[in-house]
């Protein structure tokens, strides 16, 4: 223990004497804790959308001021014919086009029917479906309320209706951000001890320092604990802090019990600095750690169930999935905060990280190279 407390001394006394990292690890997770909820918006929004009317009745105008009122499109053009709207979609001013054919309102008074035309720009795939989702659902609307009105003139006769009562649950009101912002923190407290662990070692090699320590007695296990115990206690100070900032920015108060996620983060960063302090086993310059650390860093954000669903993943994607650590802290940070998960819910998970915590621990201290 002698021996753990001043190499530890040494790892705080480095920290805290370089003034740009310590700024740097507790100033960027809050900024961008405050930013990215914001701008990882899933709600698509202002969608171009351009409208040939060739009715002009009051039905269609009806019609076109409940799509542009809605707050989703945004009218870019009102023409005459398809081929004028569709240079819109080829200059990129338009997303969608709606054609409002002849006879409209007539068609729909007199044969309770009428067909409109949609084209969708599709080069953006997950913006045409939802902007073509938008406008299919006011449709949807606009033919609801034009079938009530006709009713109650008598000139329609009533058809059964079903009436849906929905009830949402963990999230009442769809708050993207609600959903959002758990697992954004748990990309930044990734980043945080994964990036610093990988660099540490390899830092020690670069300015020469490792050959010091490697002709001292301290055991393999003394010096890769005092390289790993600094950062999980500022791991633990970055959680706290974005848990805080959660609270403060967005109102997001855990429905769970806040020791079962300190419970969960305190092994998980055990094993995210071991995975980084791994990294640092193998580089020789911070260079090469870096780039290591950027790339598996890319697999935990984009294969982690931050954006997208695991359950939609291909199962290849799945399988590698299951070996991405920063999959179980994600959804660990969802259930706790969202659904108020209690220790025994999330027990699984914790029992896969602490293997993680194990195997890459133990890995980086049979992988250090000590010479005496």
Not at 179 to 203: Q, R
Not at 229 to 235: S, T, Y
Request: net charge positive.
């Amino acid at each position: 223990m002698r021996i753990l407390r001043f190499l530890l001394l040494k790892e705080f006394s480095q920290i805290f004497r370089n003034k740009s990292i310590l700024a740097l690890i507790m100033v960027m997770p809050v900024m961008q804790l405050i930013i990215l909820p914001m701008a990882a918006d899933y709600e698509v929004k202002n969608i171009n959308l351009a409208i040939i009317d060739q009715d002009h009745s009051t039905y269609s105008q009806q019609l076109i001021t409940k799509i542009t009122s809605s707050g989703y499109f945004k009218l870019s053009g009102y023409d005459n014919s398809f081929h004028e709207a569709f240079q819109y979609i080829e200059s990129d001013k338009a997303d969608l086009i709606l054609e409002i054919p002849q006879n409209f309102e007539r068609n729909l008074i007199r044969e309770n029917k009428q067909h409109v035309f949609i084209a969708v720009n599709a080069i953006n795939g997950t913006k045409a479906n939802l902007g073509g989702a938008y406008l299919a659902g006011i449709l949807r609307n606009f033919n609801a309320d034009l079938r009530l009105k006709l009713i109650g003139n008598t000139k329609l006769n009533p058809s059964p209706t079903i009436e849906i009562t929905a009830s949402n649950w963990f999230n009442a009101y769809m708050n993207y951000k609600v959903f959002m912002v758990p697992g954004i923190l748990a990309i930044l407290v990734t980043m945080i001890g994964g990036f610093l662990s990988a660099l540490n070692i390899v830092k020690e090699k670069e300015v020469g320092t490792i050959e010091q320590i490697n002709v001292t007695p301290i055991k393999k296990y003394h010096f890769v604990l005092g390289k790993l115990i600094p950062f999980w206690i500022l791991g633990n100070v970055v959680f706290t802090i974005g848990l805080f900032i959660s609270w403060l920015i967005y109102g997001i108060v855990p429905l769970g019990n806040l020791s079962v996620l300190y419970v969960f983060i305190w092994v998980y960063l055990f094993a995210i600095l071991g995975f980084g302090l791994l990294i640092s086993t193998y580089c020789e310059t911070q260079q090469q750690a870096m780039f290591i650390m950027f790339f598996f860093m890319m697999l935990f954000i984009l294969m982690g169930g931050l954006f997208t669903s695991i359950d939609a993943m291909p199962s290849w994607a799945q399988v590698i999935a299951k070996f991405n650590p920063a999959t179980y802290f994600i959804e660990v940070m969802r259930m706790v905060i969202l659904k108020g998960s209690r220790l025994r819910d999330i027990l699984p998970h914790l029992i896969k990280v602490m293997l993680f915590a194990l195997v890459l621990n133990t890995w980086a201290i049979l992988n250090y190279k000590k010479t005496t």
